[in-house]
């Protein structure tokens, strides 16, 4: 009798603990995101309640080019389990390049010397930069893989102003998230 209340008091006391915390407050959210219309990065998403917001940021540099990507999004819940939350998403990226852009005219050279190569001494490059942006709408799944690490899948509908995927189209983003 004595050993069926130790292990009655051990059960009770674990449940305890795992009801204490699921009504824990894990509304800050730390990771790394990729998508046509959230941007790619790092990023942070805060989400108190029924809506919430994230930010994403890149900058990159190699001597040559620079990119800089930020991304901004909102969420609104639709549904709510243990381990999932039905959400839908609003989202927009801009993404800086100015990056060395090859400027030699090889068509008027090979039609002048057909049978020649191009001297590389006489390849001329100018910088050039770009801004390019895309906004985008749709539905998004996340899924609580551990207590504090989330898997986000979205996909929707998206416009885009760039060189890469102009007009309008589908999205597709991910993340992967730790929550505290």
Do not use: C
């Amino acid at each position: 009798m004595k050993k069926v209340f130790i292990i009655l008091a051990i059960t009770i006391l674990s449940l305890q603990t795992l009801a204490s915390e699921s009504k824990e407050n894990l509304s800050h959210y730390i990771g790394a995101g990729a998508g046509f219309s959230t941007g790619y990065g790092l990023s942070y998403r805060y989400w108190p309640g029924d809506y919430g917001t994230q930010i994403v940021f890149t900058p990159f540099s190699d001597g040559e080019t620079t990119i800089i990507n930020l991304g901004s999004g909102i969420f609104k819940t639709l549904h709510e389990t243990t381990y999932t939350r039905l959400f839908l998403f609003s989202a927009g990226n801009i993404t800086y390049t100015n990056y060395l852009e090859d400027t030699t005219d090889y068509e008027t050279f090979y039609e002048e010397n057909p049978d020649e190569s191009f001297p590389e001494d006489e390849i001329t490059h100018e910088r050039a930069q770009k801004l390019e942006g895309t906004v985008g709408i749709g539905p998004g799944l996340e899924i609580y893989i551990f207590k504090n690490i989330v898997l986000d899948i979205m996909f929707g509908f998206k416009y885009g102003i760039s060189s890469l995927n102009p007009g309008l189209g589908f999205t597709g983003e991910i993340a992967l998230y730790y929550r505290f």
